[in-house]
């Protein structure tokens, strides 16, 4: 499961700043983060793993991993990076390659 994750608490159309992706590996039980900005979604992104893990499981805190993720170089480019990262872990999924799918470069 992929999800992009946004940093906007106050819940408007035309808030938040950055983009990054979360995903859950259903087989594993376990979250990924992926941030192109040495993950400034952190929170945000542990907060929404944690609310989508305690509705459809125990409560608790989830495992969650920041995941090694090549890192934007201005600060405008996050929502493409968060796209990027999703492409890459479909193609790998796609291909059913049999490797981890811990750090997208």
């Known amino acids: 499961v992929l999800m992009a994750v946004n940093n906007n608490r106050e819940f408007t159309p035309s808030g938040g700043t950055h983009w990054s992706l979360l995903?859950?590996?259903?087989?594993?039980?376990?979250?990924?983060?992926?941030?192109?900005?040495?993950?400034?979604?952190y929170d945000e992104?542990?907060?929404l793993a944690k609310r989508i893990h305690d509705s459809r499981f125990t409560s608790g805190m989830p495992k969650f991993i920041t995941a090694q993720s090549t890192q934007q170089n201005n600060g405008y480019e996050c929502g493409a990076y968060a796209m990027a990262y999703a492409e890459e872990i479909a193609e790998i999924l796609s291909r059913k390659d049999p490797r981890e799918i811990k750090a997208i470069n």
């Open 45 to 47: 992104a542990q907060k």
């Open 23 to 41: 995903m859950y590996k259903i087989e594993e039980n376990v979250w990924y983060h992926y941030d192109s900005a040495e993950q400034l979604n």
